[in-house]
């Protein structure tokens, strides 16, 4: 089975980018990138650094930059103004694809089976479906780091970033069929690192791992300042890690999640309907806890990987 990121990097986006193309584990046909955390031109080229950082042969598709109905979002404030903690990373040396990210996945999908990775706003998604027909038949499932379980916001009261960056794009992925895997904020709130896991990090004497642990710094100070004691927060390496390795999810529950495109206060709403008492089926599994061991071995074993 074949694998494409769809990512906005993003400090947490890295990680997962760092840990599904180190693990080795997965068959990765390409990134491609989207507005999110930071503009277009950001997320593009911190996807092609951190490549190059790995020294990995993984191509770069440029994708949407914009929703597909609303304005644009950002969470530069979590993520520093250039996507990587401030860091001023290089100029990458290699360019972007001239295929648009939106044709590679829709033609990877009438390839290959394919899986998809989902780590930003869900737009180049929906719109490869929007584009072509069949595509839900064609991929496989989307493991994705997306919305809430209990309606505990990050970006509105009720709203988790990734689906209230672009609600509609995210409507038409939850409708689409396409079989989902979605790591919730709650949980991911739950499996943050510790000042142990963060030390390690620090250590890492590895090209990437070093780029890592200076844009991190960022993050965990902000993190920090939230939740009171040294954590880091790594929201997307969770669903990097199920993709790899489903084991990680140590609690999962079935349901029928609709995304609120309207509503006054509850726009970008996941609404997880677990009882289904009108017949509806399942399109998600979501993960309710996850093993934070297993997957900060992940990530440390990735950024040391040579
Ligand atoms: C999600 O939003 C972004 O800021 C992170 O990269 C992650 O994908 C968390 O809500
Ligand atoms: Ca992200």
Redesign the pocket.
Known sequence: MKWIIDT?P?I??ASAIITAVNSGALDILGITTVH??VGLNHTTRNALKLVELMGADVPVYQGASRPILQKREH?AE??GEDGFGNTSLAEPETKPQAQHAVDFIIEAANKHELSLLT??PLTNVALAIAMDRGLEKQIKQIVM?AGTSRARG?TSPLA???IFADPEAAAVVFESGIPIIMVP?ETCLDTVFGPETIAQIRNSSTQVGKAFAQAMEYSVERTTAYLGTEVLLL??LLAACAAIDPSVITEQVEARVTVETGGRFSRGLTVIDERMDDGSKPNASIALACDRAKIAKMFLDAINAK
Do not use: Q
């Open positions: 906005d993003g947490d986006d999110g955390n969470a979590y993520h780590l930003g780091m990050n988790e970033f990734n904020w929201c997307d």
